[in-house]
């Protein structure tokens, strides 16, 4: 085993280099202009799992973007892991706010900048890179691996679920190996056993048929701007609580373990507030910043447009203003029901002088995972010696969607090993990886293979 | 006078096809990428004036948009009228709106459909037809004529107002005429004697100082986009008033008189909502929606972006979120308070959680004519003779803000004689012009110059 580490870490910057090629592909899977660029960057992905020794390498083709999937079974009586990851990117705008091009990798200060470097390109090329150092040192893997990279995590993995459903066989596995999660601080293992879901909504509210003068108009109908602001602005209480109702209904409160368990943690809640910029944190009354990040539901505007939003000044009363709201969701609420409710409320509170129309633009169910299966006491182990230093448990704000369809449909835990670090810019600009934690990530998940073999 | 009328009515269909020449010119004041636009109109104009008669034509440079002034003052002993204009315009998004483009004019029933048609190029060109249908018939005016056509009225007219400070004698007048206003309804000859002023502010709400994944952070921060819809949404009550202290201190009530003239225009509540395809109208408690819209002061949202707003999903919370907020004021609100006012009450209601940015964009006062002047007087002979129907007396809901500095620095009466209508699409997409009133409004004009040199 001791080769396998030593490989990995005499071929580091081999595999920087590799990365950055991955990085300079386009992958914005939300942006129909990018389609090409998705399919290139699934070409590459194959090519890269061919290459680490994969005996069977193929890509699917999807109504979305193509999966690629990758085995090598060439370990009878030893367990399975299915390892998930993504290789579409988020979105680059505001491109003015970046440092460099976001498609032009660039190391600075141990890290590399560019998008996908944290999520999820730099995570998913860890276990390709493990992978390869067994092939290379041994000439095998000390057991059976798959994986499954797909296109479409960030617009809602729609093309993977039916997917699934159509190839349970050939995904049966042991265990799902993630890392798509962050660290809970530099150079600190960490597994992550809760995933907040989401219910992602687009509201359109529409006023007078037509763009209106403001002066000659202005005060005698409906400004879909203003009702839109107001509908916004019902949406949570003085509290900070979310006003839908039944939104509270099925939500688990937190164990006394759990508790203690992030007393341990030392978060700062001044740290956080200086990192973030802002004078004053905010959020449900009651509650610290980690539990309102991890363990409370949410809802956020993500976006609003409406009427003149060029330089200077138009006095205009615009036809229609849209937002897109999302509601982060935490076991046991079910997203489908949330955007149910979500919408009946809107409806609800919309008045006459308007229309309103709401799509659910997509939903992801939240995720509690058990701590005491095989795979996740192997994963203890694996990244304690990778970092050779005691690990810590936490829970994750975000989603990754696809977490449930595998426990539900595969039977198998999960295991998330996230590298990523909270501060690296995902879906902002500068987004960047941790070339140290990309080291780690790699070592982390070639002794995952090992011990989950035994 | 009749030859002169026979002359303006044979010469229609020249008129149209210069008319179409000035609406090709995209003079957008608002933005800069159109300034050499702006310039080309401003010699459109001074040669239009040139060939129409005027013996002294000069474009003035200002810091902003230049300035076209003319001068006939071959009518001793006579009063002198300056007819005043602009022939800048409105932006045109959302172009995609428009059934043909804005800046190649079509006509289609009896319409001419353009930005600008009716605000104000359409307008600015009947008195420059009528001028020169003077000069071809007589081989002169019957009183002494100055024009002053400006290129920045949809930015606030920045550059007039030191303009006139600086040549109250070239400008010296005994009335300034104006048409930038509209008929009461298709063929009814109308003068307007009251305008409401504005406030235009921008407000700009800062949470964190960097986009972020909302999974991550969302709960625990400060939300813009949701604190600028908060904000939006106080500034309302719920019946409809503006709620920013002093908003309404000195706000003037409506005259019997008044309240008498509005009754005998038989205003239709029913029809107004078809027209605008709302199902409810809606706006200040107690008040009509003439009241609404002319005599009671507003709050609208012009404009208002933040955070995601392409196709699809993004999860993010944004940095920034920025409305364009503006308010109508009427008699006698002063539109320096009441942004001043604006400004304090938004500082006080925003959050310590996010960072708020408040600029004045420009302000307009509002006004009230008295109907007794000589030129009132002239003008409503003209246009009854015009039109050969009684003539009504009404408010307006926009703003003509340099009228108040006609009044104030040149002491001069204001006709406000507009014969555009609110049903023209004016800042909005498809703006046409009737050209039924177009040719009656330079039959006004003509008969006007006759009337108030008598």
């Known amino acids: 085993m001791q080769e396998v580490i030593n490989y990995i870490e005499s071929n580091q910057q081999n595999y920087i280099e590799e990365l950055k090629e991955f990085l300079k592909i386009p992958s914005i899977s939300t942006s129909i202009e990018f389609k090409d660029e ?8 194959s090519s890269k799992l061919k290459d680490a020794g994969m005996s069977r390498v193929e890509i699917f083709k999807t109504e979305g973007h193509p999966l690629v999937y990758g085995e090598w079974l060439g370990a009878p009586g030893k367990p399975t892991v299915l390892i998930y990851g993504h290789y579409d990117v988020q979105p680059v705008d505001p491109i003015d706010l970046w440092d460099s091009p976001p498609f032009e990798p660039v190391i600075k200060d141990g890290k590399i900048f560019a998008r996908g470097a944290t999520d999820d390109k730099g995570q998913v090329f860890m276990h390709i890179k493990s992978v390869e150092a067994f092939f290379k040192v041994e000439g095998s893997l000390p057991l059976n691996v798959k994986f499954i990279i797909e296109g479409e995590e960030e617009i809602g993995s729609e093309s993977l679920e039916p997917f699934i459903n159509q190839h349970l066989d050939l995904l049966k596995c042991d265990t799902v190996l993630i890392s798509d999660t962050a660290l809970y601080d530099v150079g600190i293992p960490t597994l992550t056993y809760g995933l907040r879901g989401l219910a992602y909504m687009e ?8 763009d209106l003068h403001s002066g000659t108009f202005g005060g005698a109908v409906g400004n879909p701007i203003n009702v839109l602001a107001e509908i916004i602005a019902k949406l949570h209480d003085k509290n900070g609580r979310v006003t839908i109702p039944h939104f509270y209904d099925n939500v688990l409160s937190l164990t006394k373990k759990e508790k203690e368990n992030f007393k341990l943690l030392k978060f700062s809640e001044k740290k956080f507030a200086k990192e973030l910029g802002v004078a004053e944190l905010t959020g449900e009354k009651g509650f610290s910043s980690l539990e309102r990040t991890w363990v409370r539901p949410t809802l956020d505007c993500n976006g609003i447009i409406g009427g003149f939003t060029g330089q200077g000044a138009k006095t205009v009363i615009a036809s229609k203003a849209t937002a897109k709201i999302s509601m982060r969701l935490v076991p046991n609420q079910d997203p489908a029901k949330i955007a ?9 509170i919309t008045p006459k002088t308007v229309k309103v129309k709401i799509q659910n633009l997509h939903g992801a169910y939240p995720v509690l995972i058990p701590l005491n299966d095989h795979s996740t006491v192997a994963a203890t182990k694996a990244m304690e010696k990778a970092f050779g230093k005691k690990i810590v448990f936490i829970r994750e704000g975000g989603s990754v969607p696809i977490v449930t369809s595998f426990v539900k449909k595969l039977k198998a835990p999960t295991v998330l090993m996230g590298l990523g670090l909270n501060t690296e810019n995902l879906h902002s600009p500068n987004e960047h990886f941790n070339l140290n934690h990309f080291r780690l990530g790699i070592i982390s998940s070639a002794y995952f293979m090992k011990e989950y073999s035994l």
Chains 1, 2 share one sequence.
């Open 340 to 348: 149910n409710e979500f919408t009946k409320y809107i409806k609800k």
């Open 38 to 45: 998705v399919n290139r960057c699934a070409n590459f992905v």
């Open 203 to 210: 509201v359109e509210v529409t006023g007078p048929q037509r």
